[in-house]
């Protein structure tokens, strides 16, 4: 192996194959122009495509004799055999047109599939088709002293099996040489017959001279084809005048081809990096012209401002008037944007709704260039809260303006948008119709958000092995204490962060899609412990709530999935208590009223949790299959015997006359309980009777309790 590295050179018998390599190429592509142009003819096809095959040949036996490592060899001579075996059909295809008896579709399919065997034996065998094992690799001197590497292996017979059917191939195609000689077309039989025999000869110089006797001589299989070219020039010459013409003609289309080519790719760039729509420059081109202020910026020492700006009403004009409408807004926006721009800015458009407006030259100092970018803000927020007349409409469009200072010092393109979107992000929080400029405390913001979300996909995923989330239970009881049932809350421990808050990961679970997964998985622990507690005889009461986000109830196979769970968790649906919110209902309540009667008609209780807090409407009310109406902890909170609230009372009213159970949260003093009572509420929970306990803690509060209430039992039935 250190020979070979040590002498293969580039020499004349490299050159050579090179050079047929390159002019089987040029004829590969003369006569595939000239067969396409002859209305695909098989003839000049098939030889364009042999022509191909043999400049494979010759260039990879030129790489393999300069090869340095036996590895690079062996590829090469791998890429040899495929070069052969892949020209089979095509020699076949070429001899049988050329001599007027083509073969049939069956025989060429049975010889291309043969030779696919070849070609797959060859790409997975170590050895390639050849060799059974290559055993090493040497430098081999040429007569006039050029230096080329050469493989060792034990030969494979599938190797001779490929030199047999060569030798097949071209016993072959002499007899149609043969025939066609006989038929009288003697000089291209005989021109093709003095093809064959170069190539023949060429095949047997290297299986009986080179291969069985081991001379040092090199192979010219790859140099036989140049007849070839010959033959094909010959026969084709009665045809030159005509082509010379034809060549006339594409002279003048190309000419003008690449005039059009010119004037495509000088409006293919315009396109790359400017709107369609508006002509403004696109995201790419924004991108490009903060990274050209920033260095400008680091030379004068100086602030930029790049500007995001999110159109907060354009969905609902897109959607109400239609597509047409709001690209002419779009248009009428970069027109009003361009106006209220300073002379020295740049406008761009990110796509959608939002444009982007890039400030340079700002002051030095950082708190004058975010006041003076924030100023320029307000009047771009100003210019375009406006009314715009588009197509006889005369529409209100606001925009929210996120603003983000860069230098020379923190001036990369893509994370100056990054933080003016963050800051966007906080105006539109806010209410919209607003500009903030972004603060670093926003990245840190944003960072703890983007750890959460990771965090609770990480948790979500790892469900069926070791979670980090844990239900705790809290119990319901009547006013004379007797257990109702029991909430179970969903706690979740970040591995670095600590408890997260539900109100926090509830909302990005929602947003990200995990809400289904992770609601799945409380339904599924909740009906475990009711299993679990069963078979201890651990009486927590009639029933186990479940609290149901939102997108939960949206989804479409909510209501089996969910029966699902149940039904094969072995629990009825009766001792499911399903929580919903008042928001479940804002969007789509004809849908949400069909999904709760088909969980109430499965059998699950249904409540409604936080009834006052949202949108309350007694009409719907009336109209839902619910069970249990729970009075926020809001309303608990300033519960005094000696003052009513008007509506915890109201809520209680509104419970018993639609027959519903009333449950008051965030029960927490004695005081609260028994104004409760008085309003005739049903059931209380919260911290005065049990704060939410883990499963094990919770059944051991409820065994503590039972054992310390049986003696009063005992006495209420002697009563």
């Not at 293969?8 to 390159?22: K, N």
């Not at 098939?46 to 340095?68: E, K, V």
């Not at 959460?452 to 119990?475: C, D, I, K, M």
């Not at 909510?558 to 968790?569: G, N, P, S």
Request: proline share 4%; net charge negative.
């Amino acid at each position: 192996m250190g020979e070979a590295a040590a002498h293969a050179v580039f020499g004349y018998y490299t050159a050579a194959l090179v050079a047929t390599a390159c002019i089987a190429v040029t004829s590969s592509i003369q006569f595939i122009l000239i067969g396409l142009r002859q209305q695909r003819d098989r003839l000049y096809l098939s030889y364009a495509m042999l022509c191909l095959c043999i400049a494979g040949l010759a260039f990879f036996n030129a790489l393999l004799g300069l090869a340095q490592t036996q590895t690079h060899a062996v590829e090469m001579l791998r890429a040899m055999c495929t070069s052969a075996a892949v020209s089979f059909p095509f020699f076949f295809t070429f001899v049988g047109c050329y001599t007027g008896r083509p073969l049939r579709r069956r025989v060429l399919l049975i010889i291309s599939a043969v030779c696919l065997g070849f070609l797959l034996v060859n790409l997975f065998s170590p050895g390639t088709m050849l060799f059974s094992r290559i055993s090493g690799m040497q430098s081999a001197e040429l007569p006039w002293g050029e230096w080329l590497t050469k493989l060792n292996g034990i030969p494979s017979p599938l190797g001779w099996a490929f030199h047999l059917l060569t030798y097949i191939a071209f016993a072959w195609a002499l007899a149609m040489v043969a025939l066609q000689f006989r038929r009288g077309e003697r000089v291209p039989a005989l021109l093709l017959g003095l093809c064959l025999a170069v190539q023949f000869a060429a095949l047997l110089w290297g299986d009986l001279v080179i291969d069985l006797m081991g001379m040092p001589y090199p192979y010219v299989d790859a140099f036989s084809f140049l007849p070839f070219v010959l033959l094909m020039g010959l026969s084709m010459a009665s045809q030159l005048h005509q082509r010379t013409l034809q060549l006339e003609q594409t002279t003048r289309y190309l000419r003008a081809e690449a005039q059009t080519r010119e004037q495509a790719e000088l409006s293919l760039r315009h396109l790359a990096y400017h709107d369609v729509l508006t002509g403004l420059p696109n995201r790419l081109r924004v991108l490009e012209l903060i990274a050209g202020m920033a260095a400008d910026a680091r030379q004068s020492r100086g602030h930029c401002a790049a500007m995001v700006i999110d159109l907060d009403n354009f969905k609902t004009i897109n959607d109400a008037l239609g597509h047409h409408v709001g690209d002419r807004m779009l248009e009428a926006v970069a027109d009003r944007l361009l106006a209220a721009a300073p002379p020295e800015s740049a406008l761009g458009r990110l796509g959608g709704d939002e444009f982007a407006v890039m400030v340079a030259d700002l002051p030095a100092d950082a708190e004058l260039a975010g006041a003076q970018a924030q100023q320029i803000a307000q009047d771009v927020r100003a210019r375009l809260a406006a009314p715009i007349s588009v197509d006889s409409n005369v529409l209100s469009v606001g925009a929210s303006v996120g603003v983000a200072l860069f230098s020379g010092r923190d001036g990369d393109a893509p994370d100056v948008i990054r933080r003016a979107d963050i800051a966007l992000y906080r105006a539109k929080a806010a209410g919209r119709n607003a500009v903030r400029l972004f603060e670093p405390q926003m990245q840190s913001v944003a960072d703890e958000r983007l750890e959460l979300e990771r965090g609770l996909r990480a948790a979500v995923e790892n469900l069926g092995s070791e979670s980090s989330f844990q239900l705790h239970f809290q119990p319901q009881t009547s006013m004379g204490g007797r257990l109702m049932g029991a909430e179970s809350l969903l706690r979740w421990r970040h591995p670095t962060l600590g408890d997260v808050p539900p109100d926090v990961f509830i909302p990005i679970a929602e947003e990200t899609g995990l809400i289904h997964a992770l609601g799945a998985w409380v339904i599924s622990e909740a009906c475990a412990r009711i299993r679990d507690w069963d078979a201890r005889r651990v009486d927590f009461g009639e029933h186990l709530a479940v609290n149901v986000s939102p997108w939960q109830l949206a989804h479409p196979e909510f209501v089996d999935r969910t029966e699902k769970l149940v039904r094969e968790a072995g629990v009825q649906p009766g001792r499911i208590t399903l929580e919903l919110t008042e928001s479940a209902l804002l969007h789509g309540f004809e849908a949400a009223l069909q999904t709760m009667y088909a969980l109430a008609g499965i059998g699950f209780r249904l409540a409604l949790d936080d009834f006052g807090t949202g949108y309350s409407s007694l009409s719907y009310l009336s109209q839902l299959p619910l069970h249990e109406l729970k009075i926020d902890r809001s309303f608990i909170c300033g519960l005094r015997p000696e003052a009513h609230s008007p509506l915890a009372s109201f809520i209680v009213d509104v419970g018993r006359r639609l027959g519903m159970t009333t449950i008051a949260e965030g029960v927490e003093s004695e005081s609260q309980r028994a104004t409760l009572e008085t309003l005739g509420c049903d059931g209380l929970q919260g911290y005065l009777i049990c704060p939410p306990l883990p499963a094990d803690a919770f059944a051991a509060w409820l065994e503590q309790r039972e054992n310390a209430a049986r003696p009063v039992r005992v006495d209420e039935r002697e009563r």
